[in-house]
């Protein structure tokens, strides 16, 4: 699986990593649900273009890998709600004056983003049952009852999808292993505005916190333990 | 600042990040204390050795690198001590059978950690008033009363110092960030058992949640702020 | 003080309190906030009214002690715009099928409440600066990025008002104290829907977790650590 | 079942309660533990006598009723043992200097409780499978891993007892509720030292958060979900 790192992670990094022994599979649970984070115009631009242009619609959208990504939601999306998975997005909530805060200091231009840039795309918008968790911080666990909900819904693990790789995704991926939630992240339905940053956030999240895989071999998995019989 | 990445991170990557308007200085408030995390042994061997020699001692330990950072850590510790600054060890308690979890299926090696890899080498050992936070989870802020402790001491701002780069100490980071603390990582005072994921990992701190600076740096900056005349 | 509890809080239970050392004053700090829970249409009814009547208009209304306690809140909340004290609501977000959980299993008539019970009556409604905390349990901390905004405004110490002294009042206070904020609650700006259970919450908050006083000694008491001279 | 609470409790109370939609059993789910809360000399005395006695030994101790709830704690250990329930111990750790904060203002006394109360009287002690969760504040949720190991058993129900009714036992049956778990509060296996206080705190339970019942109750309904055929 090391060509989803290689030309930034060397051979002796990985080798590092193996012989301190990390990076064992997690497996998945009997009780998965779908994480879709920060899938909004604001990450992806207004349509398909290259970051230069993307970055011109919203400062922080990553332009068409965000795109290829979204095709991938798009596929997890749909078997998910065949196969009666629970989806839940976690998105950015409008920033408001009082938001600025650390985050206004480091990144003063995320404050100014334009209200289109809070919608979803409709390749993956959200349908009246899926529950929605509005946020303000880049981690989904922080200042939202999504812990609440999981335990409600009797999950046990985790996929996880959508922006920023190094950003809101990592940063739930790190809550949701410490709060013992199998997670799995297919490397094709996240993305990032830098390819180095993005391919280094997935061997570290591979190397630690959880199983990175591809949206095919993860949905024949999904098949494997008996989900999406139904569809 | 770029040249603490380079050979990673590219120009490119650094150019988008900047098109995007990250990174921008977080500055420090009129309150901060120090997190020193994870400084057993078990992060870094029993004595100063290369990384290949220190894994014999346990397979968490990173060796040379983190021998280097503890002269930082015991630089910036001795200043805080002496400047009043509180200091606070988050650090990993010995694994039970039941801390197992995911964690023990990610990384098996890490629940057979010897009794002495917990201890704390003298050069950064606790003093008897600094705040013990034993932890089972990468961030400092997890299943501790971290928080509690911060708001008790009218704390606004963190020095977080330690290892790993990527694990706990930037898991801390990022909840410190989401909390509104304002958060400095002395880049020479933090360490990794990979030089490229230390070094993106670093990146992405200071692109998004921190400043990152080095120790001397950061020591003149807290004598500017009116910190150390005790001393 | 005792008055406040009396009839229900036998001298007996007032004094193996004292015996145990409980109920010192915690005393406020330098720089307190507002919060200002549920106090909405929900919790109140429509109009001033009898408890029977208001429950009418929806089930969780507790009716004329509610609207007696919004005289005093207003007073309250008017003292604290001119002090410049923050102020934050945290309230009930309308409930959507999917919040249904244990809260619906325990209470289901809460789940349908009008709309109009979300809304805020105009003598407490928030201004555009004010802080706006949806939630969906009962602690203004659990689910919200209420913490966040406390250590990036430097808050240290807590005013409490509203609804329900037993429920989402005293959870609050309960959250606020073990995140070692310095709690007051205006004994007559919190409401209930039954006597008994309203005195004994002050009284158990007043010996574990808060000062309780009324709202007119707090604001004499704020006077008095200098804030309020611009009014 | 309004016995638990009469003589302070009124029917008009109870008649709001009801009126308002209050106090629906919320049953338990397929998966519970056992937590057992501050059972320790501390909040007992060394030896079974009453509480203007016990006090002497610890401020903090309630005397024979927790004498009494340990003899229903013990039964619900044994029975949660032989049907392979976990069992967790959240449990106060021994105050140091840094821990005073609000609470060292509050219950002054509460601090300089001797080592000996710290440790569990033998009736109820905990085993080494036991998951021991050492606290510095009320709830067993607040600045522990608890969530976290309660994920990873795929819990889903809390019996919840120990003491104090009003304190630690409360504050950690509503972070379950917020939670999300089924709470069952066995009214004879949690203590306070005041009666008063116990039964409002029950009733507040009962109607808010939890099912409460009897420990015999409680175990009949246990054994008749399949539980406690292997004792």
Redesign the interface.
């Given at each position: 699986m090391s060509e989803l790192w290689s030309g930034?992670?060397?051979p002796?990094?990985e080798r590092?990593?193996a012989?301190?022994?990390?990076?064992?599979?997690?497996?998945m649970g009997s009780n998965p649900a779908l994480l879709i984070i920060d899938v909004q115009y604001r990450t992806l631009g207004n349509t398909p273009k290259p970051?230069?242009e993307a970055?011109e619609d919203y400062?922080?959208a990553c332009g068409d890998v965000g795109w290829t990504a979204v095709d991938h939601i798009a596929e997890l999306l749909a078997f998910s709600r065949s196969a009666g998975i629970p989806v839940l997005y976690p998105h950015v909530a409008p920033k408001l004056?009082?938001d600025s805060?650390?985050?206004g200091?480091?990144?003063?231009?995320?404050m100014g983003v334009a209200a289109k840039g809070y919608e979803f795309p409709p390749e993956v918008a959200p349908l009246e049952?899926d529950?929605m968790l509005p946020?303000?911080?880049?981690?989904a666990f922080?200042?939202?009852?999504?812990?609440?909900?999981?335990?409600?819904l009797?999950v046990?693990s985790l996929i996880i999808t959508g922006c920023s790789t190094?950003?809101c995704v990592r940063?739930t991926v790190?809550?949701a292993?410490?709060?013992?939630?199998?997670?799995t992240v297919p490397f094709d339905a996240v993305y990032d505005?830098?390819?180095?940053?993005h391919k280094?956030?997935l061997?570290?999240m591979a190397q630690?916190?959880?199983d990175v895989t591809s949206t095919s071999e993860l949905i024949a998995s999904l098949r494997s333990l008996g989900y999406g019989e139904k569809s």
């Amino acid at each position: 699986m090391s060509e989803l790192w290689s030309g930034v992670i060397t051979p002796d990094d990985e080798r590092r990593y193996a012989r301190a022994g990390f990076g064992h599979p997690v497996g998945m649970g009997s009780n998965p649900a779908l994480l879709i984070i920060d899938v909004q115009y604001r990450t992806l631009g207004n349509t398909p273009k290259p970051f230069d242009e993307a970055v011109e619609d919203y400062s922080t959208a990553c332009g068409d890998v965000g795109w290829t990504a979204v095709d991938h939601i798009a596929e997890l999306l749909a078997f998910s709600r065949s196969a009666g998975i629970p989806v839940l997005y976690p998105h950015v909530a409008p920033k408001l004056s009082y938001d600025s805060g650390v985050l206004g200091a480091k990144v003063p231009s995320i404050m100014g983003v334009a209200a289109k840039g809070y919608e979803f795309p409709p390749e993956v918008a959200p349908l009246e049952q899926d529950i929605m968790l509005p946020k303000k911080h880049p981690s989904a666990f922080f200042g939202t009852p999504l812990i609440s909900y999981l335990i409600g819904l009797g999950v046990d693990s985790l996929i996880i999808t959508g922006c920023s790789t190094s950003g809101c995704v990592r940063s739930t991926v790190v809550d949701a292993f410490a709060n013992n939630f199998r997670v799995t992240v297919p490397f094709d339905a996240v993305y990032d505005r830098s390819e180095t940053v993005h391919k280094v956030n997935l061997f570290d999240m591979a190397q630690k916190y959880a199983d990175v895989t591809s949206t095919s071999e993860l949905i024949a998995s999904l098949r494997s333990l008996g989900y999406g019989e139904k569809s």
